[in-house]
T-cell receptor, first 116, second 116 residues
Framework: GAVVSQHPSRVICKSGTSVKIECRSLDFQATTMFWYRQFPKQSLMLMATSNEGSKATYEQGVEKDKFLINHASLTLSTLTVTSAHPEDSSFYIC????????????FGSGTRLTVV | AQSVTQLDSQVPVFEEAPVELRCNYSSSVSVYLFWYVQYPNQGLQLLLKYLSGSTLVKSINGFEAEFNKSQTSFHLRKPSVHISDTAEYFCAVSDSGSGNTGKLIFGQGTTLQVKP
């Protein structure tokens, strides 16, 4: 079945630095990828929709200059948390949608970001 | 816009007992419905989905859910749970129309606690 690889699984960074998270579709092409954020014991909050070759669409309240999304190919989307602060600490999960009109939703294993 | 309500934040149940996790949705358009399971510090795994056709859908590990359009519900059931079913369960909805972007809206999640 469809597999989405997300790296790193855990990252600890200092406040003020930037962190890049990668999301790759391993055996299918993903014209669309989604980035979610999950706080402890809470649901997933959609941050943005990433479309290959075009700008990402951000949900209301999500700072696009802080959470930079790049979807340069049909198999890779990246989320960069810029100038990270402790309040950005969270669990970030990506999801990929297959092409061809088959609405498959496959999730990565998530990235635990801790900003110290 | 769609929304999803999971009526129970936690459901404790003894092993081998039946369980029902409730999910109601709100939408002005036709929808696809999903149940996902999440184990600690992991991504989401698709449990089952309703796209069209039979309103009763089943997973390979004994779970089933029934789409009830009149009650706008998609409750998840299992006749006999195992310790290994202990996890967080999320109900999700997406727009099934021609403008479907694959964006999922999640409920708040239900923690299923199976006790020996």
């Amino acid at each position: 079945g469809a597999v989405v690889s997300q790296h790193p699984s855990r990252v600890i960074c200092k406040s003020g630095t930037s962190v890049k998270i990668e999301c790759r579709s391993l055996d299918f092409q993903a014209t669309t990828m989604f980035w979610y954020r999950q706080f402890p014991k809470q649901s997933l909050m959609l941050m943005a929709t990433s479309n290959e070759g075009s700008k990402a669409t951000y949900e209301q309240g999500v700072e696009k200059d802080k959470f930079l999304i790049n979807h340069a190919s049909l198999t890779l989307s990246t989320l960069t948390v810029t100038s990270a602060h402790p309040e950005d600490s969270s669990f970030y999960i990506c999801s990929a949608s297959e092409t061809g009109g088959n609405y498959g939703y496959t999730f990565g294993s998530g990235t635990r970001l801790t900003v110290v | 816009a769609q929304s999803v309500t999971q009526l129970d934040s936690q459901v404790p149940v003894f092993e081998e007992a039946p369980v029902e996790l409730r999910c109601n949705y709100s939408s002005s358009v036709s929808v696809y419905l999903f149940w996902y399971v999440q184990y600690p510090n992991q991504g989401l795994q698709l449990l089952l989905k309703y796209l069209s056709g039979s309103t009763l859908v089943k997973s390979i590990n004994g779970f089933e859910a029934e789409f009830n359009k009149s009650q706008t519900s998609f409750h998840l059931r299992k006749p006999s749970v195992h310790i290994s079913d202990t996890a967080e369960y999320f109900c999700a909805v997406s727009d099934s129309g021609s403008g479907n972007t694959g964006k999922l809206i999640f409920g708040q999640g239900t923690t299923l606690q199976v006790k020996p």
